[in-house]
């Protein structure tokens, strides 16, 4: 039987291949190049501080690695912290039925407005929405069932707080600088041998 104290005492390092999930993802909600040999699932929260923190990080890779990556958005609205997060989320949802989900995604982090029906309104005017339309589906509550669903997948894949990244279903947590993520993406690209960008 191994100890605590019989490990401490031995000099090893053991090197094992980072656990897998596998994490499927709405591709309504993906950007990149479709063939890309990474994606990136995401599970976020727009009310979500670290979140919102990740954001420029997550922008810095794609822009890095433009023909590896594509970046594919999840909703984990954390509803005991983040009253507005679920709304945001269906706001968001409703964006991307007249084909602006990603424009609104980046209004939601950039903005400091508040999370709530007359910012989601600004913001889908600043686009060229239809807001009758716009306004009709965050009424409708049509997203709800995908919004949870999206919540139970992510708690399947093990997410316990955002944000949550799987890279080719390799888990990265939380607000991360920039070197965590290309150490995985670098790694990534070893084992399916593609080349990294000219440094």
């Not at 490990?7 to 591709?27: F, H, I, K, N, T």
């Not at 609205?77 to 507005?84: D, E, F, N, V, W």
Request: proline residues 8%.
């Amino acid at each position: 039987m191994t100890t605590l104290e019989t490990c401490a005492r031995a000099d090893v390092s053991v090197l094992l291949q980072p656990p897998r999930v596998e994490v499927s993802y709405d591709p309504a909600r993906v950007i990149g190049q479709p063939n890309a040999p990474i994606t990136i699932v995401e599970f976020s929260d727009f009310q979500c501080p670290f979140c919102q923190r990740a954001y420029p990080v997550v922008k810095q890779l794609l822009a890095k690695y433009p023909n590896q990556i594509k970046l594919a958005y999840r909703d984990f609205p954390l509803r005991q912290i983040h009253p507005q997060a679920d709304a945001a989320a269906a706001a968001s949802r409703c964006a991307g039925e007249q084909g602006k989900f990603w424009e609104f995604h980046d209004r939601l982090f950039e903005s400091n407005r508040p999370l709530d029906t007359p910012s989601f309104v600004e913001h889908a005017t600043q686009l060229a929405l239809d807001i009758p339309k716009f306004n009709e589906c965050l009424e409708s509550g049509r997203f709800d069932a995908l919004i949870e669903e999206d919540l139970q997948d992510g708690n399947q894949a093990g997410v316990t707080g955002t944000p949550a990244f799987f890279i080719n279903g390799v888990a990265v947590t939380g607000s991360q600088p920039l070197a965590v993520f290309e150490k995985v993406v670098e790694e990534e690209l070893r084992v399916i041998g593609r080349s990294s960008p000219a440094r």
